[in-house]
């Protein structure tokens, strides 16, 4: 067990509808990551929040928001579903350091979403 | 832009035999390499990383290599057994642009070890 949870495990939903998935970090950890995890695509890195500000984007599609709360936990928000977002989104979390330490990621459960 | 080559794409061994797994980063910059071990409907499981400033790091029958001239790292598993089973994941990140920490994965391996 990593330390990392995230909710739901799995979702089901319909192409145009909006989702959100959540993500806690390891106690103490103040970086979060989201991943993407697609048959075609493999393992793709999508936004990372440390203390709560944005610190890094990568392949995310405009449809899809995230934020970090004061509390830590990490809300990843996909609007206007597609049948291609079907995939396996994962969070990860690190201690954080704004120089950016080759920190060690720690990866939650996943949440498999499916759009129909 | 950044990228990581894996291979083989899979892998089957039997048990006992060592298994090897080869990646190759087009970042220069890189200098945090970790392996992650992903099983059936869980998320992937930090095994080993190595950082640029080290060559080789060991760990138990898990061993991680480096050459950065070339670009290269490589996982070697010794004395494989049925649950190491699972899909390999290596990734390069630079972790020095002001808290940018992004990991780049290579597509994966599937190492199948058959007793």
């Given at each position: 067990?990593s330390?990392?949870?995230?909710?739901?495990?799995?979702?089901?939903?319909?192409?145009?509808?909006r989702?959100?998935?959540?993500?806690?970090p390891?106690?103490?950890?103040?970086?979060v990551?989201?991943?993407?995890q697609?048959?075609?695509?493999?393992?793709q890195?999508l936004?990372q929040?440390y203390?709560g500000?944005?610190?890094?984007k990568?392949?995310i599609?405009?449809?899809?928001?995230?934020q970090?709360?004061?509390?830590l936990?990490?809300?990843?928000?996909?609007s206007s579903?597609e049948?291609?977002d079907?995939?396996?989104?994962f969070?990860?979390?690190?201690?954080g350091?704004?120089?950016?330490s080759?920190?060690t990621?720690y990866?939650?459960?996943?949440?498999?979403?499916?759009?129909? | 832009g950044?990228?990581?080559?894996?291979?083989?794409?899979t892998l089957?061994?039997?048990?006992g035999?060592s298994?090897v797994i080869?990646c190759?980063y087009?970042d220069?910059?890189?200098?945090y390499?970790?392996w992650?071990?992903?099983?059936?409907?869980?998320?992937?499981?930090?095994i080993?990383?190595?950082r640029?400033?080290?060559?080789?790091?060991?760990?138990?029958?898990?061993a991680v290599t480096l050459?950065?001239?070339?670009?290269?790292f490589?996982?070697?598993?010794?004395?494989?057994?049925?649950?190491?089973s699972?899909v390999?994941?290596c990734?390069a990140?630079?972790?020095?642009?002001?808290?940018?920490?992004?990991?780049?994965?290579?597509?994966g391996?599937?190492?199948?070890?058959?007793?």
């Open positions: 067990d330390g990392v949870t995230q909710t739901p495990k799995h979702l089901i939903t319909a192409t145009g509808q989702v959100t998935l959540r993500c806690s390891r106690s103490g950890d103040l970086s990551y989201w991943y993407q697609s048959l075609d695509q493999g393992l890195f936004i929040y203390n500000e944005e610190r890094a990568g392949n599609l405009e449809r899809f928001s995230a970090q709360f004061p509390d936990h990490s809300e990843l928000n996909l579903l049948l291609g079907s995939a396996l989104y969070c990860a979390s690190s201690v350091a704004l120089a950016g080759q920190e990621q990866f939650g459960p996943g949440t498999r979403l499916l759009v129909l | 950044e990228n990581v080559e894996q291979h083989p794409s089957s061994v039997q048990e035999d298994a080869k190759t087009s220069s910059a890189s200098n390499f970790p992650y071990k992903q099983e059936l409907g869980k998320g992937p499981q930090l080993i990383d190595i640029s400033n080290v060559g080789e790091k060991k760990d138990q029958r898990i050459n950065k001239t070339a670009k290269h490589s996982l070697h598993i010794t004395e494989t057994q049925p649950e190491d699972a390999y994941f990734a990140s630079n972790g020095f642009s002001g808290g940018y920490n992004k990991l780049i994965f290579g597509a391996t599937r190492l199948a070890v058959h007793p």
